[in-house]
């Protein structure tokens, strides 16, 4: 799950303050949140979930108040410092739906990245979805990234051995390597499609059993490794996710970027309120 070891590993440079891509939002990805939240009032209330950084220094920078909620306090001590000290913000330790349940109509906007991922299934993510629809003053905004089975996904052209060659011919990089390997290179034996989980303790069974086999070296290895994660993963094909979002009455935009394999399958949802009109 969320241990030190999974967390640490996430940490592209620790004096620099930088994360992998593609585990965690890059330039490009921040720049369509912060266009989400461009027509709100900075006087207004942003609520983080989870411990991003980058999406904390963006909302802190944008934002008067800013307010990052996870239940991890491994992660809040690793990350806690990783946006300007100059910010105000305030930190708490507490499962984001008790967080959520104590806050109804509070926050001019909602920030996540993948935070959908770490919920049980269908029914935790619906419950999920509502809470943060119930959190958002008028007019407010919840953003997130969300990974996604994409429309036209075909297991057998992300199998692990063909994103191997890919990797292996330069077609694709680390990040874009290593982190759609673990959601689908081992798609057809770790998904269970009836209730939409990844189970990753099978992903990385089956990178071991490669590993010692030397069918990967140990360079592969330490890029595969810093996406590791032993947990579950809820992770529903796109017509499911908008499924929840319409069921709670929400309104959405979906933005795409291009130019990484990750851009397919984990794009950015502009989310609006119960009862308000998307602008074009």
């Not at 100059?86 to 507490?94: K, N, T």
Request: glycine content about 6%; overall charge negative.
């Amino acid at each position: 799950m969320w241990d030190e070891v999974t967390l640490r590993a996430r940490i592209a440079d620790s004096r620099l303050r930088t994360r992998f891509p593609g585990a965690s939002p890059d330039g490009s990805e921040i720049a369509i949140y912060e266009q989400a939240v461009s027509s709100l009032a900075s006087a207004g209330h942003a609520l983080v979930l989870g411990m991003t950084p980058e999406l904390r220094q963006m909302a802190g920078r944008r934002f008067d108040r800013l307010t990052s909620v996870d239940s991890n306090a491994l992660a809040i001590d690793l990350y806690c410092d990783w946006v300007d000290p100059d910010l105000s913000e305030s930190i708490v330790c507490e499962d984001w739906r008790s967080f959520l349940r104590r806050n109804p109509a509070s926050f001019s906007v909602v920030l996540g990245d993948g935070i959908f991922g770490n919920v049980a299934g269908e029914a935790e993510c619906t419950e999920l979805v509502g809470l943060i629809a119930r959190s958002l003053r008028p007019n407010g905004r919840f953003v997130t990234r969300m990974a996604l089975v994409p429309d036209d996904f075909r297991p057998v052209d992300w199998r692990f051995a063909a994103l191997l060659q890919q990797f292996r011919q330069g077609k694709i990089d680390n990040a874009e390597f290593g982190l759609t390997a673990r959601l689908f290179g081992f798609f057809e034996t770790a998904y269970d499609e009836s209730t939409s989980v990844l189970d990753n303790r099978q992903v990385y069974a089956a990178v071991d059993v490669a590993a010692a086999a030397g069918d990967i070296s140990a360079a592969e290895l330490e890029v595969l490794r810093a996406f590791s994660y032993s947990g579950r993963n809820f992770l529903p094909d796109q017509r499911e996710w908008e499924s929840i979002l319409e069921s709670e009455g929400i309104a959405f935009r979906e933005s795409s970027l291009h130019g990484k394999l990750w851009h397919d399958y984990y794009p950015v949802y502009e989310c609006f309120g119960p009862m308000i009109a998307v602008t074009p």
